[in-house]
């Protein structure tokens, strides 16, 4: 995911936002952000923008790799200019363990963000190694997030044989 994120910010530039429930996870990110730019050596500065825990939210937004806790995201008062400029600045929002996203405070922050699911202002990705449980193999909570993610479902069925970690790089 993270080399994804790079080749996007070749392309695209500005804030790419990753989204996290817990500071452990948060943490992870960055020190996978921090290990994959210092491997591949991009064309672009790898900025790390740190806002969950005791991080406070900064103002330098014009480019890099913000890793947020959602809790924080939450907590933020959306009419102020930081959180304005911070949100204009976001090109693309990762939301790792997406399978909380459906919860309605996590909903209006994702909203928030992205705008619209059905047309959303900028790219929206949500990671999750459990969608969701239900008797079927895609059962009611797992459709519920693939909604609030635009209703994309990506699963391992769908990749007809082919390696994952291809299809999805």
């Given amino acids: 995911a993270i080399e994804a994120i790079m080749k996007f910010q070749e392309i695209?530039?500005?804030v790419v936002l990753w989204i996290a429930t817990t500071n452990e996870i948060c943490e992870q990110a960055a020190a996978t952000y921090k290990a994959v730019y210092q491997?591949?050596?991009?064309?672009?500065e790898g900025k790390i923008h740190?806002?969950?825990?005791?991080?406070?939210?900064q103002r330098d937004f014009d480019h890099g790799f913000m890793v947020a806790g959602i809790q924080k995201l939450a907590r933020l008062n959306t009419k102020?200019?930081?959180?304005?400029?911070?949100?204009?600045?976001?090109?693309?929002?990762?939301f790792d363990e997406a399978h909380h996203a459906v919860a309605p405070t996590y909903k209006k922050v994702v909203k928030a963000l992205v705008g619209p699911l059905k047309d959303p202002t900028r790219p929206l990705v949500g990671?999750?190694?459990?969608?969701?449980?239900g008797v079927t193999k895609i059962g009611a909570s797992t459709k519920e997030l693939a909604k609030a993610f635009g209703?994309?479902?990506?699963?391992?069925?769908?990749?007809?044989?082919?390696?994952?970690?291809k299809v999805l790089q």
């Fill in 50 to 57: 740190r806002f969950w825990g005791s991080y406070k939210l």
């Fill in 127 to 133: 990671l999750s190694a459990t969608p969701g449980r």
């Fill in 80 to 94: 102020t200019t930081a959180v304005q400029e911070l949100f204009e600045s976001v090109s693309a929002v990762v």
């Fill in 151 to 165: 209703g994309n479902l990506l699963i391992p069925e769908r990749f007809e044989g082919k390696n994952p970690v």
């Fill in 39 to 44: 491997s591949k050596k991009p064309d672009f």
């Fill in 12 to 14: 695209s530039g500005g």
